[in-house]
Every structure is written in structure tokens, then in C-alpha cells.
């Protein structure tokens, strides 16, 4: 793994705003490896707190793991597409700093790892610069494909889970030849970095299992009938859920898979004392109800819908 075989390198990159979440997932992966010790954190950030500092440390620490919090200049990012906070950017160059590795795993902020990453760490990338997970059924894939000349049948992988070599990585120069696709291509990009990533890195990616990266999006496709990605891939199985989009578990009033356990590793953390969540377990509560409320309306009014269009064309 590294000039010690016995860490394993994770890298977090966050402002304020993300640091509880990413606390949910230093917690979640440490309370899920049988190997807690091994891991260190390298967490990049800016504008973070010197109290949510010593908050991040404590939830490492609390675990006997490692953390080093190194702050990140992101005006280099200023001009960029922010879909995202520019923290997001700050992942294309934290290899380089760490090129001591032959591998690092990177992780998104709205994680819940309920996985042991160790094994991550066994992947044989061969000659691939990473290895990433690729997206489940999404109607932008077909496009992305259409619009940059590949085939309907080549993956284009989720940038949240990375498995970097960071030797070669910095030899290729990904960061910067990323950096500068999306800033030639700002006006026409959904997810900057990450179509970065997959049009750099063609032909360089290790597809790695679903279960690494399984998106939370399938969970309501599943119940709308628009997808049966959640059973076939997630129901049953540990796994590393991300919460993309909108729909965030500690956000008021969101139903989403995972919520109670999200919550539970919340509560392990001093982040608790935040308002990142409810502290009060009735009030959590509450917003799973509303949430839940929510959920069914939708769920409801996408069934009605699909029923009432397949009588009118019976």
C-alpha cells in the first residue's frame, strides 16, 4: 500500500459548511473496519474553524487514527464552474502531496460508509491511474457519450470514491489538465471535475464494485418504478451510500435511505452540538415524518401518473 504497508491513506477536502458531514464520515468508516488504527486523514480545507478543527481531530483521534489537516488556497478555483464548493477542486491536486503513497482513497463529504474501505486498499490497479465506481442508470450518461464521441456502451464513472495512484497521477498531470478542460469547457459542463475526470482519464479508470459508491438517488427511483438499480445492486449489502443531489440526510424534512444510521453516527461526534441534525431524537423524528409525507406524495403522484397513462393507451 505505502512505504507503510500498515496506513491506509483517506483524503477528505472541506469548508465549514461540509465539516459535520464529514465528520459522519471519518465516524462511519472507523466504526465499520476492523482496523481502525491503520487509517490516516489527510483533510484539505478552507475557511475551516480552529474549533471545528480540533472537532475533526477529535473524531479520528477518538478512533486511535491518524488526521492532518492541511488548508488549501482555492482562489486558483475562482473562475471556475462552483456547482460545488471550490473545496471540491482541491481533490485534483491533493496527490501530488502525498505521492509517499502508492494509493490514496479519496471520499466526497456526503458519504455514509458502511463498508470496510480496507479492502479498497487490496484493488490491483494495474496500469489505471484510479479506480472509481461507474454511475448507476442515469439519463445524462447517454448525452455525456453523444457529446464527447464515445460509445453508448463506455462507462462514465462517479468521481465521489477514488482510488488513486498519486505517483501516477502527478506524473500525467491530471489535476491541472483537468482544471483546464473545465475551464475551456464552463459553459457547457453539469458536474465540472468530475466530466474532467472521465474525459482526462479515458481509458485510465478501474471500474470498481457499485457497492463502493451506490447513490441514494436509486433508493426513490426504486420506489417511483423508474428503476430497479436499488434492489438488484444495494438492498441487503453493505455499503458506501453518497448522497448526491438536492436530497441530503441531515438536511429538515428529507426522507432518504440510511437516514437513522446517518443520524446515529451524527450523535457519536461532537458535531451533534452543531445543529448540523436535530440533538433532540424527537425532533429527528419529526423530520423523518415530514420527510417521509413528502415521499409518498411524490411517490404517489408518479404512480397515478404512470397508471393513468397506460389506461389511456390500453
Not at 191 to 210: M, S, Y
Amino acid at each position: 500500500m505505502t512505504a507503510d504497508t500498515t496506513t491506509y491513506p483517506v483524503v477528505l477536502a472541506t469548508d465549514e459548511n461540509y465539516a459535520a458531514p464529514c465528520g459522519v464520515v471519518m465516524e462511519s468508516l472507523l466504526q465499520n473496519t476492523d482496523t481502525p488504527a491503520k487509517f490516516e486523514f489527510f483533510i484539505f480545507e478552507s475557511d475551516v474553524r480552529g474549533d471545528t478543527k480540533d472537532s475533526l481531530r477529535h473524531v479520528a483521534e477518538s478512533h486511535g487514527a491518524e488526521v492532518e489537516i492541511r488548508s488549501f488556497d482555492t482562489s486558483r478555483f475562482s473562475q471556475l464552474p462552483q456547482s460545488f464548493t471550490a473545496d471540491a477542486y482541491t481533490r485534483l491536486y491533493a496527490p501530488r502531496e502525498l505521492q509517499q503513497f502508492s494509493r490514496i482513497l479519496y471520499l466526497d463529504c456526503d458519504l455514509l460508509v458502511q463498508r470496510d474501505v480496507e479492502k479498497l486498499f487490496e484493488v490491483d490497479l494495474g496500469d489505471h491511474i484510479i479506480g472509481a465506481v461507474p454511475n448507476g442508470p442515469a439519463p445524462f450518461i447517454s448525452e455525456f457519450n453523444r457529446r464527447h464521441g464515445f460509445s453508448e456502451e463506455d462507462n462514465v464513472f462517479n468521481s465521489g470514491v477514488l482510488l488513486i495512484n498519486p505517483g501516477h497521477w502527478t506524473e500525467e498531470n491530471v489535476g491541472e489538465r483537468v482544471v483546464n478542460w473545465v475551464e475551456e469547457n464552463k459553459t457547457e459542463v453539469e458536474f465540472p471535475d468530475q466530466e474532467g475526470i472521465n474525459i482526462i482519464l479515458k481509458d485510465e479508470i478501474r471500474p470498481l464494485n457499485h457497492q463502493w459508491n451506490m447513490e441514494a438517488r436509486h433508493y426513490r427511483e426504486w420506489w417511483m418504478g423508474v428503476s430497479e438499480w436499488w434492489p438488484q445492486e444495494a438492498e441487503g449489502r453493505n455499503l458506501i451510500v453518497h448522497y448526491t443531489g438536492a436530497r441530503k440526510p441531515w438536511r429538515w424534512g428529507k426522507f432518504v435511505p440510511k437516514q437513522r444510521a446517518y443520524y446515529s453516527y451524527l450523535k457519536e461526534t461532537p458535531f451533534i452540538d452543531t445543529g448540523a441534525m436535530p440533538k433532540s431524537g424527537v425532533l429527528f423524528n419529526v423530520s423523518q415524518v415530514v420527510g417521509g409525507l413528502y415521499f409518498v406524495g411524490e411517490v404517489t403522484r408518479v404512480r397515478l401518473g404512470d397508471f393513468r397513462r397506460r389506461v389511456a393507451g390500453s
